[in-house]
């Protein structure tokens, strides 16, 4: 693994992410250091000395020496870097403030905070000890004891067999476990080379949602309980082709991360509707984005459950080609 860069955090200004890459496109390694333990590493690098800074699950440490700045981190291959790199990518991040990024989790990010047993643990390792694994997988692996409606493998079809549109939402809270989860779902979707050309903006505003609906031509029911924005981001997309490839990518990446959620949603017990009817302009002046939106997931608990509407024979719908 080989450093690559510092970059800002996905939650807050402060703190910031470094990333190592390995040889694969995707092999990615991510550290993520909160306020203190960036402000830590900044005054060892800044005087040139060595030292060590102890991270947020206090059993890691990033050790700073003259020559090779070691990352020891708990159930973690060692990283290391060029201290003279990393006091350079560190102390230039450091001279100018930051803004967070939208949130993108990478599924190997080393995340000190958050220690969550995985499911399947392989034998050999001890059941009693907490192990580390990204927020993604953490999301993705959680149950809940307060649903049936819990998202399994196996329910997949049932989800195919019984999801319906609902437009009508009762003013039951969703849960915040249940947001992430259906989050997350969108993170896992397939994209154009990887690259994620697209963002989420999770509305919690309530006259934000109420702006929405005007730019929605009016459905009132796109002021629902939870409310995802997804945008297309063609700038993500680092690939060499012309422009318009790029944008009809980043469409579909939206798309069908959308899909992803909507599925998610459905497999908790939650409804949904998908809106296209929407005013792309009206909508990214009031995300005060320059992104085109490319749909709006309104989440909720129905009001009524109904059984899916009926679909054309199936046989219409394909054309097998021999
Ligand atoms: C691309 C697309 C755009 C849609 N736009 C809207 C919309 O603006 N307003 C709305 O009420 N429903 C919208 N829908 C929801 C569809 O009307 C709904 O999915 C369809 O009637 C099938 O019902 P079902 O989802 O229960 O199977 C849209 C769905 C899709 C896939």
Redesign the pocket.
Known sequence: MQFSKIESSYTSKDGCRLVWKGVEEDDLETIILNKKELEQLIDLLKGDSAGEVELEDQVSRIMVNLDVTEFNLKDHDLLEVKTADLQKHVLDYAKIPHIPQYIHINPKEYYPSITIRKYDEPKKVDETKPTQISLLEAILASKSKKTSHDLSQSDLYRIFAT?????KFTKTRIEGWMVDKILAAADTAPTAGNFQGFKVFYIKNQKVKEALVEA??N?P?VNAPVVLVFCMDPSRVKMNFPPEILEKFSIQDA?LAAGFSLLAASGLGLSS??????NEEKVKSILGTDLKPS??LCIGYPEKR?P??P?RNLKELIQVVE
């Open positions: 999801r319906r549109s609902t437009r929605a031509n459905q029911y798309t509707i998908w809106i296209g009817m929407i749909s709006i109904r899916p509407k679909r």
